[in-house]
């Protein structure tokens, strides 16, 4: 591979920049500018050197093969962080030989091709890095130290024990097979199908987490949504009036809430108009609060505008302006009842994700039934009268394809290793 080189840290005036090599010319590149590196992963100042400058002190770090980020001889310069300083660091590495500047991405690639991260944990790398909430940050920390392939790792030794099993009857069927295996594989198959299925079902509050909620206020024109919306943004977001009808677009807000991304919508007031312009945003509001998780209804005390539905929050608006208020009730101008609104869609909100699991994403949750129907099909082949052994190995494989894009390959050797284990069968 050629080694590569690219600033590691964000672009701009900063205390401190990171400048990363990696690859076969690592090292070289790291000694032709400081002239010595610290042991492995032991930090020594150096001063930068080339074509006869000083180019600045740096602390300098150098990763030995195979145990760096990457998987490849690495070397790290943290220079300081002037725009100055990383273009002159940047443009002496650029005229060493057989360096060159990476692509975007490619140092977590090459750390997927050399077995350093499996493809999970560099998305959870990518989730981690885009994090902005607690949630966000917990989930991504969770997926990026392997939680997702030692899930699968558990799924596949399954999976290899039953195809283990079958393989057994179909190479020796000559021969007297010590038990039958059929309970046991039935048994491993109903365990996998069920676990797997958990985890599918998962998926959605997992991607909620990543990609956050929306909750709509809606209600009549007036009924102070626009300052109820200020209020929870802590400044200005939208334009409020007394003159009915002033929200014309859907305005979003995006907050954090129990550690979770929420985006608020503020919707036009919902009424009977014959303004074209607010009849357009009194559609588009309807819209948004339909596909929206969770609306949030503001209102008088008169009937409502549309009907709530499930988790769907009523409360009083304008509380300041009314006495002896039951239930919830809000002001978005004084902030009455706004901390407990908050904790209220916090608990709904937080409830919804807690069947999140160990996998994160649609690609996840494609690959997991994917392997479930595969099971599926095996079992039926099982549990026949004319019991078709062959096919049912054949699905079994197939869901070991399927669990392939999350963990890697399980090839023959993983077979025939579990069957002399398992049978004792050696000639």
């Known amino acids: 591979m050629d080694t590569i080189y690219a600033l590691a840290t964000a672009r701009g005036r900063s205390g401190l920049a990171v400048v990363r ?11 032709a500018l400081c002239g010595s590196l610290p042991a492995p992963r032991v930090a020594g100042l150096r001063r930068l050197v080339w074509g006869g400058e000083l180019l600045d002190e740096a602390l300098v770090l150098s990763f030995a093969e195979g145990a760096s980020f990457t998987g490849e001889a690495v070397v790290e310069l943290h220079c300081h962080g002037g725009p100055a300083v990383v273009g002159a660091v940047l ?21 997927l091709e050399n077995g350093v991260l499996d493809l999970a944990q560099v998305e959870g790398l990518a989730d981690l890095i885009d994090a902005e909430t607690e949630a966000q940050r ?11 392939g030692q899930k699968v790792d558990g799924w596949r030794r399954d999976l290899i024990r039953a195809g283990a099993l079958l393989e057994a009857t179909i190479d020796f069927a000559d021969e007297d097979v010590p038990v039958d295996v059929s309970p046991e594989v039935l048994s491993l198959i109903d365990r996998l199908m069920a676990d797997l299925g958990r985890e599918a079902a998962g998926v959605t509050a997992a991607e909620r987490i990543r990609d956050g909620f929306e909750v709509a206020i809606v209600g009549a024109p ?15 977001a939208a334009i409020t009036s007394e003159i009915a009808g002033t929200t014309r677009d859907v305005i979003e807000v995006r907050m954090e809430i129990a550690g979770l ?15 074209r312009l607010e009849r357009a945003g009194i559609e588009r509001a ?3 609060a339909e596909a929206a998780d969770l609306r949030l209804f503001l209102t008088d005390g008169s009937p409502l505008p549309l009907e709530p539905v499930g988790d769907d929050i009523v409360v009083l608006g304008k509380a300041d302006t009314k006495s002896g208020c039951s239930g919830l009730a809000v002001s978005g101008k004084t902030g009455q009842g706004v901390a407990e609104l908050i904790a209220r869609i916090g608990d709904i909100l937080g409830e919804r994700v807690g069947s999140a699991g160990a996998l994160v994403r649609e690609r996840h949750r494609v690959a997991v039934t994917t392997a479930i129907a595969a099971l599926a099909e095996s079992r039926a082949e099982v549990v026949r009268d004319d019991s078709r052994v062959e096919l049912a190995a054949e699905h079994l494989r197939q869901a070991v394809r399927a669990l392939d894009a999350l963990v890697g390959r399980v090839d023959v050797d993983d077979l025939l290793g579990e069957i002399f284990a398992s049978f004792c069968i050696g000639k």
């Not at 090599?21 to 790291?30: E, F, Q, Y």
Request: cysteine-free; overall charge positive.
């Open 21 to 31: 090599i990696s690859g076969p010319n690592a090292v070289a590149a790291g000694l």
């Open 91 to 111: 443009r002496a590495l650029s005229e060493q030989p057989g360096l060159r500047l990476a692509e975007p991405g490619e140092f977590t690639r090459r750390a």
């Open 138 to 148: 917990r989930q991504a920390v969770r997926v990026l130290s392997g939680s997702v």
């Open 222 to 236: 007036n009924a102070g949504k626009s300052t109820l919306l200020n209020q929870l943004a802590g400044r200005e």
């Open 261 to 275: 991304p929420v985006t608020f919508l503020d919707t036009a007031g919902l009424r009977d108009t014959e303004d």
């Open 286 to 288: 309807l819209a948004r």
